[in-house]
């Protein structure tokens, strides 16, 4: 065992991180054995875009880490803008105007034992690298999914609306999808209702109306979503926030996810099933071409 001395998916050795306050490179940028972010899963981030040199909706997302921090009452050790400031910092530190940031809230360093209490020193690092979550030819051709049997945690044990350091009941989904031999995973709440995927918000199309689950089904508030609604009010399309069974995903016309990391991905076959036409559709193809225009503005 050589415990990751020859990891193929290690990171670039170029890296440069943003680590409490400092650029360093990325063979330097460790967080200890002790913080409770990693001893616990106690901490919160945001996933962001960067196009052009210009961060999409940065201050969007440093809201939600302001909220989800609150209500794991974390406090963040950074102003809102010294984290613009560090973001960009990073980007730049990496030559990067296009990529992927993730900007990580840690609990810190701390005694043994989960109260948050047993510390007082969070941990603020940020990654500016590429990312690409399904391969490219799915966004011509549209994304195989499952309906998944692993629900969605319940917003009264941790609600979805924290982008919290606990990702294992949406990995938990994911493994299902890939074990399905496919790349997502729809999941559903404990109503049984449509909730979101493991990293991404869902929509249909019906008879011309653009539908996705309300916030109360028990989702994140994905700035890609609110991003895909402005644009559909802004095309004069029907639109509705409407609680949705298995059964409206099966009979709709178009369905696409949206997230930070897929932006918009039109799904064509749902646990094999052919949605619509079994091609993308029309509507989805438009929001995408006006998803672009968007980010560039
Ligand atoms: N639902 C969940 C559970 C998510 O994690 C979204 C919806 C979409 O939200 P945004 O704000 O991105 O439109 C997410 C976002 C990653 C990664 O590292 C994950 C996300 C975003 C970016 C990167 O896998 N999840």
Same mark, same amino acid.
């Given at each position: 065992m050589d415990f990751g001395k020859t990891n193929k998916f290690a990171p670039k050795p170029n890296l440069k991180i943003f680590l409490d306050g400092r650029i360093v490179p990325v063979a330097e940028a460790s967080i200890s054995v002790f913080d409770h972010g990693l001893l616990y899963g106690d901490g919160v981030f945001e996933g962001i875009r960067s196009y052009g040199g210009k961060v999409f909706r940065l201050d969007e997302h440093l809201k939600r880490l302001e909220e989800s921090a609150r209500a794991i009452r974390l406090?963040? *050790?950074?102003?809102r803008p010294e984290l613009v400031k560090a973001a960009y910092d990073t980007l730049k530190a990496n030559g990067l105007t296009d990529g992927y940031i993730r900007l990580v809230v840690t609990r810190g360093v701390g005694y043994l034992g989960l109260s948050p209490n047993r510390t007082d020193c969070p941990s603020v690092f940020i990654i500016a690298d590429q990312i690409e979550l399904? *391969?490219?030819e799915l966004y011509d051709k549209g994304m195989a999914v499952i309906s998944c049997s692993v629900q969605r945690n319940h917003p009264n044990a941790l609600s979805p609306r924290i982008k919290s350091l606990n990702y294992l009941n949406n990995i938990l989904a994911k493994i299902e999808a890939l074990d399905a031999g496919v790349y997502e995973a729809i999941m559903f709440n404990t109503q049984g209702y449509v909730a979101e995927c493991t990293g991404d918000n869902l929509f249909v199309v019906r008879n011309g109306a653009v539908e996705t689950p309300p916030l109360n089904a028990g989702i994140l508030e994905g700035v890609t979503r609110n991003a895909a609604i402005e644009l559909v009010r802004k095309r004069g399309l029907p639109f509705r926030e409407r609680e949705l069974t298995r059964h409206d995903l099966y009979i709709a016309d178009e369905c696409f996810f949206t997230g930070t990391a897929a932006e918009i991905i039109p799904v064509t076959k749902i646990d094999g099933r052919p949605i619509g036409t079994g091609e993308p559709g029309p509507i989805t193809k438009q929001l995408t071409v006006d998803f672009k225009k968007l980010v560039m503005d």
């Open positions: 406090t963040i *050790p950074m102003s399904y *391969p490219k």
